[in-house]
């Protein structure tokens, strides 16, 4: 048996119908239109990508003559501050250098002192055989006015003359010794002697040979990649740790080609850390623009100008940096995965800026108390 329904129910099943029909319409619309403003207000001015990794300066340990490791100092994971000794080679071949240079420095100091003393005693020298000269010449003046009243024999005359010419030659061989002394002083002190100066150079490179027998840290950081061993002869360039200085990280984040057309240096970038996850927002700036995608720079380039070529889009990889505070509160290491967000309301100045560098970006003065240390050790 069948039940009919009236026609005033359906009329009301109709209306209730088309209500909800204009209701979910009304929703969907004002969900587009929600969306199209979010869209053209926020939305088109954002570029993500999650293909970020964190990078940062990995300092090769390498040691800058040949040696013998007798102690390592620090190994992996473990933090060192700058200037702390990492490695240490046998010192006894450079102390040996280095006391034999010091020797040869000292007899230097000694023959260029006895030259300026010798310039003084040939001074005096020359100042005798001039007087002899002159008495030579007042001899032989006097007995050639003997000579001509014959007070005198011949003889005796030709004798006068004998010493006249040999006190000339004297007084001219003493000047001839003191010019050739003073060749070699004048214009000069013991300090400054070249004699002295490159025996001292000498002293300088016996002292950093020595010196550098110990390999100290050049920055503050975590060691990674040990590969020395006690014992082992290590030759000049060979590596045999790294440090990472974790303070200095940043986030190369590679983005697609279409992406790039409104990204700026100085746009603001937020990231997120797959080790923190979404709790956890770092805010980071654009520095700069990779030269080349990264498959123009891989170790095996793409040969697209050979066989089969399918288009693949490129990436650029773009350097963003990070706050120190952040970094200090919620530390990264080399390699971590990251999800970056670019803002790109800000569309001022040049796709690819030309950005001077004004000075160094990373630099050290570890070395700067050897090299001071060096001239003080060399000085007469």
């Known amino acids: 048996m069948t039940t009919e329904q009236n026609p ?7 209306r ?80 040996v250098a280095l006391d034999q240079a010091e020797a040869q420095l000292a007899r230097t100091v000694r023959e260029v002192r006895n030259l300026f003393s010798t310039s003084a005693q040939l001074a005096a020298t020359l100042q005798v ?10 001899d ?19 004798h006068a003359r004998d010493a006249y010419r040999a006190a000339q030659a004297a007084v001219l061989s003493a000047r001839q010794q ?20 490159n025996a001292a150079a000498v002293v300088r490179s016996a002292y950093l040979s020595y010196a ?14 040990r590969s020395v061993q006690l014992g082992q002869r290590v030759n000049p360039g060979t590596p045999l740790m790294a ?57 095996l380039p793409a040969q697209n100008a050979t066989g089969n070529w399918i288009k693949i889009v490129q990436r650029i990889p773009v350097r963003i940096a990070l706050k120190p505070g952040e970094l200090a509160a919620h530390p990264l ?10 803002d790109t309301h800000d569309r001022d100045g040049a796709r690819l800026p030309q950005l001077a560098q004004n000075g160094p970006s990373y630099s050290t003065d570890v070395f700067g108390p050897l090299r001071r240390c060096s001239r003080s050790r060399a000085a007469p």
Request: overall charge neutral; proline content about 3%.
């Open 8 to 14: 005033a129910q359906l009329a009301s099943m109709s």
């Open 16 to 95: 209730r119908r088309r209500r909800w029909l204009i209701g979910i319409t009304g929703v969907v619309a004002l969900a587009a239109i929600g969306y199209g403003a979010y869209w053209a207000l926020a939305l088109r001015f954002q570029e993500f990508t999650d293909d970020a990794y964190v990078a940062g300066n990995v300092v090769q340990i390498t040691p800058q003559l040949s040696g013998t490791v007798v102690a390592i100092g620090a190994d992996n994971t473990q933090f060192v501050q700058a200037g702390q000794t990492l490695v240490q080679l046998d010192r006894a071949d450079a102390k």
């Open 129 to 138: 055989r001039e007087s002899d000269l002159a008495t030579a010449t007042e």
């Open 140 to 158: 032989l003046a006097r007995r050639e006015r003997l000579a001509n009243s014959g007070a005198i024999s011949g003889e005796e005359l030709q």
């Open 178 to 197: 003191l010019l050739a002394n003073r060749a070699r002083v004048d214009g000069t002190t013991i300090e400054n002697h070249p004699d002295v100066q």
């Open 212 to 225: 550098r027998t110990s390999l100290p840290a050049p920055v503050s950081g975590f060691v990674a990649q």
């Open 243 to 299: 440090i990472v200085p974790l303070d200095q990280v940043w986030v190369d984040a590679n983005f697609k080609e279409p992406q790039l057309a409104s990204m700026r240096v100085g746009q603001v970038v937020n990231l997120t850390a797959d080790l923190y996850g979404h709790s956890v927002t770092y805010h980071g700036t654009i520095v700069g623009f990779n030269a080349g995608t990264g498959a123009a720079f891989a170790l």
């Open 333 to 342: 290491q080399i390699g971590l995965s990251m999800k970056a967000q670019v």
